[in-house]
């Protein structure tokens, strides 16, 4: 399940939920301490040197649970009640040179703005140039709103617990947190607050995609049909194909512009290739229409904005819109249970929504809201760190996985149809939600798995990591997804 992104007043509605519930402080923060500890052993190398630093709340108490948990590890540990006493014994474990820090100064618990002689002792730590795990919160970060309270721990990875405080997905708070990730399971009850924002987790797809049936033929899972390409823009037709071919429909078919055809034709075998004619018939026997990679040269055929168009208003099959195309989708209703995704990045919600890409980064959750309502409802999957999927009513949900690498062309070509390959399949049809999230989460889980074994990377390696990555329960002793090795 996902779980709600929450303000530090409902973190501690939860909190008090579980302990009127029989739940105890002592037995949660024995479990965090064991979860934090199974991620540092999964993550730090056998050989490197752990300091933890324990404050002197809650957030130092589960810190120092990870200690019992990391024997035969070089780990310090020193505790900071005052940072004038602590000094000489933080700058005592500092001259050994950690390798990683676990940040235990300060959670959800400050709550006023830090002292000279604490904001001294922070800018010190971040000085030395460990990386730095901290637990829930950057140590110094107002978890409510984002902003550190005078100085912040910059954090390489943040692992926050049970959700997500909103502080930590505003833009102020990425530079501090580093990568975010969520311990979901941490002893609490279940969680009794519901919130506009959810955080998706991989294990939300340990069961998903569902089992093939065993007796399936190619006609069972689809038929998608993607019209792409253009002079200079052929490749992107190739990898959405490509991808598309990740998602495992039955058949796949290219439409592309004739000027494209040959070059795009003799780079793929298994998929159909036509040259673009309005006489193709659409959406015919296809079972999901993917308009978009490379739709974008001067010389495109007219008929091919038209027919977006018409479909997208009139067509009872799924169709996913993304890059050029998106410029061709008609405002206003959409058939009542046709599935309906745009793709944009926050430059092409922008100019949708005829604002600037700051305007959109600055609120991306009004961003979604506002262009699904002016496309019908649509679903919008706002591209970006934390991808947003979400319509203009109901739940929105932030993706975790992604990092920097996938910022080269043809990712987004690569998404839309991988997106566009599961929603051709009737068995995964019936689920729009989860299949959204999915493609996303496993789009992003597949650069996440690339980037650990080599961050030098290509769109090309993504195609074919894609699909591989199998979900997996955070901070559990499981070995992290990696994925199989491409025959
Ligand atoms: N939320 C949960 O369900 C659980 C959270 N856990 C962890 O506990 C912390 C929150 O613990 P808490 O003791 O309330 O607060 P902190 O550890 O963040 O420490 C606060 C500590 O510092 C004092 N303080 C506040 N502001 C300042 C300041 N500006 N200068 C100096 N001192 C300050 C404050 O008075 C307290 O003494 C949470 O983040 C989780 O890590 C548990 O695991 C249980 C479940
Ligand atoms: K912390």
């Given amino acids: ?67 019992p948990h990391l024997q035969g590890r070089a780990v310090d540990l020193v505790e900071v009640r005052d940072p004038e006493t602590a000094l000489p014994d933080l700058e005592r474990a500092l001259a050994r040179g950690p390798d990683w820090i676990l940040d235990g100064l300060f959670g959800i618990g400050l709550n006023r703005p830090l002292a000279e002689p604490w904001c001294r002792l922070i800018e010190r730590i971040n000085q030395a140039r460990s990386r730095i795990v901290s637990v829930d919160v950057p140590s110094g970060l107002d978890a409510d709103t984002g902003r550190p309270w005078g100085a912040t721990l910059r954090a390489t990875c943040t692992l926050t617990l049970a959700a997500p405080k909103q502080g930590l997905l505003h833009p102020a708070a990425h530079t501090f947190t580093g990568r975010l990730e969520v311990i979901p399971d941490i002893g609490l009850v279940p969680c009794p607050i519901q919130s506009e924002l959810c955080w998706t987790l991989p294990e939300d797809f340990l069961d998903w995609p569902p089992p093939r049936p065993v007796a399936a033929h190619k006609g069972t899972f689809g038929h998608l049909a993607i019209v792409a390409g253009s002079t200079g823009y052929h490749g992107a037709a190739v990898l959405a194909a490509r991808a598309a071919q990740r998602a495992r429909p039955g058949l796949i078919t290219l439409i592309t512009p004739a000027s494209v055809y040959a070059v795009v034709a003799s780079q793929l075998q298994a998929v159909m290739v036509h040259p673009w004619s309005a006489a193709h018939p659409l959406p015919g026997r296809y079972t999901a229409l993917l308009f978009g990679p490379g739709l974008a040269a001067a010389d495109l055929p007219a008929e091919i904005p038209a027919t977006l168009a018409r479909l997208w208003q009139e067509a009872n099959v799924p169709i996913v819109v993304d890059a050029s195309a998106l410029d061709h989708v008609p405002r206003g209703p959409i058939p009542r249970d046709a599935l309906r995704v745009l793709t944009p990045h926050p430059g092409e919600a922008a100019r949708l929504l005829g604002t600037t890409t700051n305007e959109v ?58 997106l566009a390959g599961l929603c051709a399949q009737p068995p995964l049809q019936g689920d729009p939600e989860r299949l959204i999230r999915y493609a996303v989460w496993q789009h992003g889980a597949a650069a996440d798995a690339l980037s650990r074994r080599h961050p030098a990377w290509v769109v090309e390696d993504l195609v074919r990591t894609l699909g591989r990555v199998a979900p997996h329960r955070v901070a559990s002793t499981a070995r992290p997804a990696t994925p199989t090795t491409p025959p």
Wanted: glycine share 12%.
């Fill in 361 to 418: 980064q600055s609120n991306r959750v009004a961003a979604v809201r506002a262009l699904s309502g002016q496309f019908g409802g649509a679903w919008i999957v706002l591209k970006g760190y934390q991808t947003l999927i979400g319509r203009q009513h109901g739940p929105i949900f932030v993706n975790p996985s992604g990092n920097p690498d996938l910022a080269q062309g043809g990712s987004g070509d690569v998404l839309a149809g991988y």
């Fill in 1 to 67: 399940m996902p779980v709600p992104v929450v303000s530090v007043a409902q973190m501690r509605q939860w909190e008090q939920a579980s302990w009127s519930a029989g739940r105890t402080e002592a037995a949660v923060i024995a479990r965090v301490g064991a979860c934090l500890a199974a991620w540092l052993r999964r993550h730090v190398p056998h050989n490197d040197r752990i300091l933890i630093l324990a404050g002197k709340g809650h957030n130092g108490d589960d810190a120092r649970a990870a200690l």
